[in-house]
C-alpha cells in the first residue's frame, strides 16, 4: 500500500530526515543558548554545536569550516556572493557573466545589479541545456569580476561542465560561484578539484530543514573576499550578522553528514528508479525528455507530453501526486518555463512539460504506480483534445508550424 499522494518534487524541497530533526530537538528547550554568548555555557554549548555543523558541512563539499558562511538559505547565499563580490571588487569592474537557465535567485540578482551599475552578459544554453565554454571564454573582459554558473538546473537536472568552467575563470583570473543546491548531496563535489570559488546550497534540498542554507567563500588560491550584504554584530566573520540558527544549523549538519553516507548507493538508487520512470512515461507518443540526458542529476527528469498541457495534467493529477512544471517559484504562472524556452523548446513543448525529482523516500512501487496514473492522465487529455485529434488524422501540425509561430 501507498500512501499518497506519492512525493516527486524534491526539487522544490526535501522532507526533513527524522534523523535530522532528533539531533535539532534538544537545540529548541535545554540546549538553546546563543552560539555567540560567550560569557556562560548556554553560549558556548551553541557555539559547539554551530561548529560541528559547519565541519559536517564542510566535509561534504570538501572545504575547510572556516569557508563555510552560514545564511537563510541558497537564495541569500545567492544574493550574498554575488552582491558581496560585485561590491568588494568595484574597483576592478563591473562585469558579470551568468546563463539564462540560472535560478531565479541568480538572475534577479544580476537584474538587479544591472539596473545600478552592472553589466551582465547572459550566455545561452543549446538544446541540451549546456553552456558553449567557448562563449563564456569570449565573454571574459579585463573588467569582469564575476562568473556565476550553477551545478545542476532545478528544472531539468542538467550539469553543466563545472571543471572546464572553472579552469577557463581559473586563466583569466575571475571568481566561479556556483549555485549548487541542487547539486550538493546528490552527486559528489570538491570545491578544491571542482575549482569552486564561492558555493551556495541549501539545507532544505538535501533533508535539512527550511530557512538554512551556505556560501561557502574560499579562503586560499586564491582568498576571496566579500562585502557583507547584513550587517550587525560582526557574526560569520563579518560576512553575514545575526543570531544564528542553532537547531536549523545542527539540522543541516546532520543532513550533510548522512548525505556524504549515503551519497553513492542513494543516487545509483535514484538514477534507476528515474529510469524506471523515464522508460514508462517514454512509451506514451510524442513524448520526450527535456535536457541532456547525458550530464545530469540523477534524480531529475523533465518530460514534454505534447498535445496535452502541464496545467491540466497537474490537476488530473494533484490527488494522487505531486509534480511541478518548472520551478516552484514560477509554476503558480501561467508562463512556460523559462528555461525550457532557452533551450529552444518551443511554447507547445514547453506549455506541457512536467519535472519529476525523486527523492529519498521515493520507492519503486510509488514509480511504478506514478507511471500508470500519468499515462491514464496523458491519454485522457488527449483523448478530448482536438490537437491531439488533427495530429492523429496526420495533419502533421508540427511541420506547418502555425503552432510555434509565437516565438519565431
Ligand atoms: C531551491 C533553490 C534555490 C533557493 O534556495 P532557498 O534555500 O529556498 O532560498 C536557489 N537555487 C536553486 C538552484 C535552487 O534549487
Request: glycine content about 10%; aromatic content about 6%.
Amino acid at each position: 500500500m501507498i500512501k499518497l499522494p506519492v512525493y516527486l518534487d524534491n526539487n522544490a524541497t526535501t522532507p526533513c530526515d527524522p534523523r535530522v530533526v532528533e539531533a535539532m530537538l534538544p537545540y529548541f528547550t535545554e540546549k538553546f543558548g546563543n552560539a555567540a554568548s560567550r560569557t556562560h555555557s548556554f553560549g558556548w554549548e551553541g557555539e559547539e554545536a554551530v561548529e560541528y555543523a559547519r565541519e559536517q558541512v564542510a566535509a561534504l563539499i570538501g572545504a575547510g569550516p572556516k569557508e563555510i558562511v552560514f545564511t537563510s538559505g541558497a537564495t541569500e547565499a545567492d544574493n550574498l556572493a554575488i552582491k558581496g563580490v560585485f561590491e568588494m571588487y568595484a574597483s576592478k569592474g563591473n562585469h558579470i557573466i551568468t546563463v539564462f537557465t540560472e535560478h531565479k535567485a541568480v538572475l534577479d540578482t544580476c537584474h538587479h545589479l544591472e539596473r545600478s551599475g552592472g553589466e551582465i552578459t547572459w550566455l545561452s544554453v543549446n538544446g541540451e541545456g549546456l553552456i558553449d565554454l567557448a562563449e563564456l571564454e569570449s565573454a571574459i573582459r579585463p573588467d569582469t569580476v564575476l562568473i556565476a554558473i550553477m551545478i545542476a538546473n532545478n528544472e531539468t537536472g542538467v550539469l553543466q561542465p563545472i571543471r572546464e568552467i572553472s579552469r577557463i575563470a581559473r586563466q583569466h583570473g575571475v571568481p566561479f560561484f556556483t549555485d549548487a543546491s541542487q547539486a550538493v548531496g546528490k552527486i559528489p563535489i570538491d570545491v578544491q578539484a571542482d575549482g569552486i570559488d564561492l558555493m551556495a546550497f541549501s539545507a532544505h534540498k538535501l533533508y535539512g530543514p527550511k530557512g538554512v542554507g551556505a556560501l561557502y567563500v574560499r579562503r586560499r588560491d586564491p582568498r576571496v573576499r566579500l562585502t557583507a550584504q547584513m550587517d550587525g554584530g560582526g557574526h560569520e566573520r563579518g560576512m553575514r550578522s545575526g543570531t544564528l540558527n542553532v537547531p536549523a544549523i545542527v539540522g543541516f549538519g546532520k543532513a550533510c553528514a548522512l548525505c556524504r553516507q549515503d551519497m553513492e548507493l542513494e543516487s545509483h538508487r535514484m538514477a534507476s528508479l528515474r529510469d524506471l520512470l523515464e522508460k514508462g512515461l517514454l512509451e506514451l507518443e510524442e513524448t520526450s525528455v527535456n535536457g541532456s540526458r547525458q550530464h545530469r542529476l540523477p534524480n531529475t527528469t523533465n518530460i514534454s507530453f505534447k498535445y496535452t498541457e502541464s496545467q491540466s495534467l497537474m490537476m488530473g493529477l494533484q490527488k494522487d501526486i505531486a509534480v511541478s512544471s518548472g520551478s516552484a517559484c514560477t509554476s503558480a504562472s501561467i508562463e512556460p518555463s523559462y528555461v525550457l524556452k532557452a533551450q529552444g523548446l518551443g511554447d507547445d513543448l514547453a506549455h506541457s512539460s512536467l519535472r519529476f525529482g525523486l527523492g529519498r523516500t521515493t520507492t519503486e512501487e510509488e514509480i511504478r504506480y506514478a507511471i500508470g496514473r500519468i499515462r491514464e492522465t496523458v491519454e485522457g487529455l488527449r483523448k478530448i483534445s482536438p490537437l491531439w485529434e488533427l495530429y492523429k488524422e496526420g495533419a502533421k501540425l508540427d511541420n506547418a508550424g502555425w503552432m510555434r509561430g509565437k516565438e519565431d
